[in-house]
T-cell receptor
Framework: QKEVEQNSGPLSVPEGAIASLNCTYS??????FFWYRQYSGKSPELIMS????GDKEDGRFTAQLNKASQYVSLLIRDSQPSDSATYLC?????????FGKGTMLLVSP | EAGVAQSPRYKIIEKRQSVAFWCNPI?????LYWYQQILGQGPKLLIQ????????DSQLPKDRFSAERLKGVDSTLKIQPAKLEDSAVYLC?????????????FGPGTRLTVT
């Protein structure tokens, strides 16, 4: 059974701070890693993808991958109240995408 | 570019009734997915189509759920008969291809309430 683990939160940070969201996965053969943002009552929205060890930056978002430790993270710099949402980590081995339960992020003004 | 379309957006039925959901993927996307998302959980894959063939339906409760993708474009997911535990959001997603680095994009979902 492939598992993706996330702390359910909520993770509370003040506006302007860095939010750090973490995810671990069980399948060593996993090749592709994705972060989705899901606002309450809405569907998941893809915000980042990463495939190689190291960091990948896109605007205020940085995804970090460490395959040896089976760990992937998402950093959000200069957090805004509009970033308040649930962040889902998703991991793919060969074909199927497995999602974690998500971490709720709350950014206070 | 139009996104993934789903209908209806909301549905309330009584247990033992049947219900059907419709999905139209992003134009040109060969792979279509149906997910079930229960409140507080991540999406769980029910079935994956590649064109009009089934790639993975290992988590589809086949005694009550069925899905089809005729002509490799639109898809329908049916539940018959519904149970209380089927109350969830049913999400359709699509991607250009299956596996690898292909990114999945979700539709708005259908919120099903079974009473």
């Amino acid at each position: 059974q492939k598992e993706v683990e996330q702390n359910s939160g909520p993770l509370s940070v003040p506006e302007g701070a860095i939010a750090s969201l973490n995810c671990t996965y069980s399948d060593r053969g996993s090749q592709s890693f994705f972060w989705y943002r899901q606002y309450s009552g809405k569907s998941p929205e893809l915000i980042m993808s990463i495939y190689s060890n190291g960091d990948k930056e896109d605007g205020r978002f940085t995804a970090q991958l460490n395959k040896a430790s089976q760990y992937v993270s998402l950093l959000i710099r200069d957090s805004q109240p509009s970033d308040s949402a649930t962040y889902l980590c998703a991991v793919r081995g060969y074909s199927t995408l497995t999602f974690g339960k998500g971490t709720m992020l709350l950014v206070s003004p | 570019e139009a996104g993934v379309a789903q209908s209806p957006r909301y549905k309330i039925i009584e247990k033992r009734q049947s219900v059907a959901f419709w999905c139209n993927p992003i134009s040109g996307h060969a792979t279509l997915y149906w997910y079930q998302q229960i409140l507080g959980q991540g999406p769980k894959l029910l079935i994956q189509f590649q064109n009009n063939g089934v790639v993975d339906d290992s988590q589809l409760p086949k005694d009550r759920f069925s899905a089809e993708r005729l002509k490799g474009v639109d898809s329908t997911l049916k539940i018959q008969p519904a149970k209380l535990e089927d109350s969830a959001v049913y999400l359709c997603a699509s991607s250009l291809g299956a596996g690898g680095r292909y990114e999945q994009y979700f539709g708005p979902g259908t919120r099903l309430t079974v009473t």
